[in-house]
T-cell receptor
Framework: SAVISQKPSRDICQRGTSLTIQCQVDSQVTMMFWYRQQPGQSLTLIATANQGSEATYESGFVIDKFPISRPNLTFSTLTVSNMSPEDSSIYLC???????????FGPGTRLTVL | GQSLEQPSEVTAVEGAIVQINCTYQTSGFYGLSWYQQHDGGAPTFLSYNALDGLEETGRFSSFLSRSDSYGYLLLQELQMKDSASYFCAVRSGGGKLIFGQGTELSVKP
């Protein structure tokens, strides 16, 4: 199965600033996603990171707030812009192994905004 | 709209069997997945059902009935380490997962 790493693992940020989260996969994957998990809540899909083109955002999420890059098939970044305390969450990168019918998650980035 | 319903919490004792049900209503459906998440950890894949029936993997089994929009996760021979949150998730178009709210399982000695 794919091995996924994320940086940073956690951060504490001031409101109004931005944080970029990196996701690295040890093999080429077609589908890569970004999810958010607010404290005590379930996972919500933010967007699908498309290689070489603009990400596809879910309802309630916009590119200006959560710009995403995916320059190749093994790497993606998610930026949380102009942060507020409501952005305090765990942000998770996820990839699909189509042959196995499985979707794997990275370890997550725990973000606290003060 | 899209919704998944699962119990918010379940309590059982070590060695017992527990079943976590999930009903769903989604606009696209390719299969039902189950994930386990311990406090502070990432979700871990448990099972995926694309077709009706029962899938067994060790102590865990998962069932799907597409006609009833229903599935369940069965955990046998419960161990203390099974205490965690369990999420059902529908795989919709484009590989996306839509998650239920999660079931917190507490295993007591």
């Amino acid at each position: 199965s794919a091995v996924i790493s994320q940086k940073p693992s956690r951060d504490i940020c001031q409101r109004g600033t931005s944080l970029t989260i990196q996701c690295q996969v040890d093999s080429q994957v077609t589908m890569m996603f970004w999810y958010r998990q607010q404290p005590g809540q379930s996972l919500t899909l933010i967007a699908t990171a498309n290689q070489g083109s603009e990400a596809t955002y879910e309802s309630g999420f916009v590119i200006d707030k959560f710009p995403i890059s995916r320059p190749n098939l093994t790497f993606s970044t998610l930026t949380v812009s102009n942060m507020s305390p409501e952005d305090s969450s765990i942000y998770l990168c996820s990839v699909v192994e189509v042959d196995l019918g499985e979707q794997f998650f990275g370890p997550g980035t725990r973000l606290t905004v003060l | 709209g899209q919704s998944l319903e699962q119990p918010s919490e379940v309590t059982a004792v070590e060695g017992a069997i527990v079943q976590i049900n999930c009903t769903y209503q989604t606009s696209g459906f390719y299969g039902l997945s189950w994930y386990q998440q311990h406090d502070g950890g990432a979700p871990t894949f448990l099972s995926y059902n694309a077709l009706d029936g029962l899938e067994e993997t060790g102590r865990f089994s998962s069932f799907l009935s597409r006609s009833d929009s229903y599935g369940y996760l069965l955990l046998q021979e419960l161990q203390m380490k099974d205490s965690a949150s369990y999420f059902c998730a529908v795989r919709s178009g484009g590989g996306k997962l839509i998650f239920g709210q999660g079931t917190e399982l507490s295993v007591k000695p």
